[in-house]
């Protein structure tokens, strides 16, 4: 089954003055493993409720009004307004923009690797470490027994994003959100990035939603893209054939 399954989507937030926003306006989108699906739109055009409607995140008031999702063949339930059974870590892995978002500054990175992998897998603490070793492994961290103990502050900002990578990794979800990746860091490590993310969806066959304003960025990895305006699809398609039409 495709990892992630979108149809008729449509999430809303109820305005102070007794009105509704229709902040997603029955979208369908659909990833199949492997692919990288980039969403893109200008700001406010409904990404990061997308985004946000598949982690578990979408913040109360706003609420799924209508559609349905499945993640890797999952039916999610959206009646009551939430993605609810959806288990963050477990079914989606999750990437944001600020890395600092997503580490606990007062753990190490094998805390941050291991406590998702001990609540979700059944497995040992020594199995778990040594799982943590090999992402470490993965996603291109230098001497990654020395950096286990490392904290988030003693990493630099590319090194934090590919910790908060193999995090998303470790109970090695099907689909991953993954945010404005690479817009907070140096663009002497954007590149990097990119790169590291399109081989881990080549190689493990992931799928990756990948939330972005920077068209430089499909260009750079994107298989299908899908733009937002004002909540509404107003072009899907393959990446090349979007970036080439007028
Ligand atoms: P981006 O354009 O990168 O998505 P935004 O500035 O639009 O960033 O949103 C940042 C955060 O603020 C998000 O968590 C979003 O849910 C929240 N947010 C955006 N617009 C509003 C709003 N009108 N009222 C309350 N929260 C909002
Ligand atoms: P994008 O990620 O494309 O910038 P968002 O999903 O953040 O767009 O926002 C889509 C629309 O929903 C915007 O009009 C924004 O102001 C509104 N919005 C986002 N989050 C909230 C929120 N928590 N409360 C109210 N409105 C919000």
């Given at each position: 089954?495709?990892?992630?399954?979108?149809?008729?989507l449509?999430?809303?937030?109820?305005l102070t003055?007794?009105?509704?926003?229709?902040?997603?306006?029955d979208i369908d989108?659909?990833?199949?493993p492997?692919?990288?699906?980039?969403?893109?739109g200008?700001?406010g055009?409904g990404?990061?409720?997308v985004?946000?409607?598949?982690?578990g995140?979408l913040?109360?008031p706003?609420?799924?009004?209508g559609g349905s999702?499945?993640i890797?063949?999952k039916?999610?339930?959206t009646?009551?307004?939430?993605t609810?059974?959806?288990v963050?870590?477990?079914?989606v892995?999750a990437?944001?923009?600020?890395?600092m978002?997503?580490?606990n500054?007062l753990?190490?990175?094998?805390?941050q690797?291991c406590?998702?992998m001990?609540?979700?897998?059944?497995?040992?603490?020594k199995?778990?470490?040594a799982r943590?070793?090999?992402?470490?492994k993965?996603?291109?961290?230098p001497?990654?027994?020395?950096?286990?103990?490392?904290?988030p502050h003693?990493?630099?900002?590319?090194?934090?994003?590919?910790?908060?990578i193999?995090?998303a990794?470790?109970?090695?979800?099907?689909l991953?959100v993954?945010?404005?990746?690479?817009?907070?860091?140096?663009?002497?490590?954007?590149?990097?990035?990119?790169k590291?993310?399109?081989?881990?969806a080549?190689e493990?066959?992931?799928?990756?939603?990948?939330v972005t304003?920077n068209m430089?960025v499909?260009?750079?990895i994107?298989?299908?893209v899908t733009?937002?305006?004002?909540?509404?699809v107003v072009?899907?398609g393959?990446a090349r054939?979007v970036?080439?039409s007028p």
């Amino acid at each position: 089954p495709p990892v992630l399954d979108i149809k008729n989507l449509r999430v809303e937030y109820p305005l102070t003055n007794g009105g509704t926003l229709v902040a997603v306006n029955d979208i369908d989108l659909t990833i199949r493993p492997g692919e990288i699906h980039a969403l893109v739109g200008e700001s406010g055009a409904g990404k990061t409720t997308v985004g946000n409607a598949l982690m578990g995140l979408l913040q109360a008031p706003g609420r799924i009004a209508g559609g349905s999702i499945s993640i890797a063949g999952k039916q999610i339930n959206t009646r009551t307004g939430r993605t609810e059974g959806i288990v963050p870590g477990r079914d989606v892995g999750a990437i944001f923009q600020d890395p600092m978002t997503s580490l606990n500054p007062l753990f190490t990175v094998e805390s941050q690797l291991c406590e998702g992998m001990l609540a979700h897998l059944k497995i040992s603490r020594k199995e778990a470490r040594a799982r943590a070793l090999d992402l470490l492994k993965a996603v291109g961290i230098p001497e990654p027994e020395r950096r286990l103990g490392s904290y988030p502050h003693q990493l630099s900002g590319g090194q934090r994003q590919r910790v908060v990578i193999a995090t998303a990794l470790a109970c090695d979800p099907r689909l991953i959100v993954a945010d404005e990746p690479t817009t907070a860091l140096d663009v002497s490590v954007q590149a990097q990035i990119l790169k590291l993310i399109r081989d881990l969806a080549d190689e493990r066959r992931v799928g990756v939603l990948l939330v972005t304003h920077n068209m430089g960025v499909v260009a750079e990895i994107a298989d299908r893209v899908t733009i937002m305006q004002n909540g509404s699809v107003v072009e899907s398609g393959s990446a090349r054939g979007v970036l080439t039409s007028p």
